[in-house]
């Protein structure tokens, strides 16, 4: 099975939380053979049993035409896998999956994180695993990414988003894959770009969601979002990046929503720590990972080995990882010495 032909038969969306859940939703529900795996067997079970994603998305339908599974060997028959997996956990259920891969099929990674031991991004991840495999060349690697929140995808609201692919003819055929009356897609060559975006974001809306719980107003928040995109879009250029991806939808469309958005599990990690809760406390009380908190040290690690300057990043750090306290953390930020905006760092 291939999509030499120009078209995907049959997708297989691996993680079934809420994001692997609403991209396979959109794609059912547009009549496509859709697979939905998950790790858990019994939740799997109710899948079928309810129609519905309880835990992860509740009130939302599953049409009788996705499939929920528990078995990896389910993509064999795709021509497109969807990876929707935490990033800790991402290496190990596509290494898994890969002796099943036909020549040929599409790996799109929709994961917004950056392994911590590797400090590889997830695309990064699935070559080296096919190369591992030997299969490297019959593989076709991309990335989703873009302003959107699972909860509202499922309800069909009007969201953009971007595909990413080296080529760009194996972008245009997923991009029609995933494209419906609500849901535009975006075709883009730079991958790196699109998924050092989406790993940073979460780590600038963690710093925008500390000031929000510090009580500080909309100038605070601005400036965080602003400085953190002139930071993203150093450290992306440095990796190799296009510089105008950081203004697209996978840049400043994904940062603006994730900073501000009630929905944003980063911005409520900071939240809750700008307001004096533990960050322990925080992620025993969460149902869904915040791959921010995890992808703050993959960033500062990798940051620190490119030799980026990135004031945002290291603060967080400092708070997630070294117990500083969150008020003096803004407060450094902000007595910094002065700069020219445009070429400082």
Known sequence: MTISNNRIKRTAVI???SWGTALAKLLADKGEEVVL???NPAGM???RRDGENRKYLPGASLPENLLPVDNLDCVAECQCVVMVVPSHGFREVFAGL???LQPGTALVSAVKGIEIGSRQT??????EELSRAGVTGSMFTGVLSGPSFADEVAQEQPTAITIGFEDLEVAKIVQHLFSTPFFRVYTSSDIIGLEISAAMKNVIAIAAGISDGLGYGLNTRAALITRGLAEITRFGVALGANPHTFSGLGGMGDLVLTCTGGLSRNRTVGLKLGKGQSLQDILDEMTMVAEGVKTTKSCYNLAAETGVEMPILEQAYQILYEDKECRGAVQELFQR?????????
Do not use: F, I, T, Y
């Not at 010495?337 to 760092?345: F, I, Y």
């Open 337 to 345: 010495s002065l700069k020219e905006e445009l070429v400082d760092s």
């Open 45 to 47: 079970d109710a899948l």
């Open 98 to 100: 890969v002796p099943h």
């Open 15 to 17: 993680g079934a939380g």
């Open 37 to 39: 795996w998950g790790h």
């Open 122 to 127: 997830m695309n990064q991840v699935m070559r």
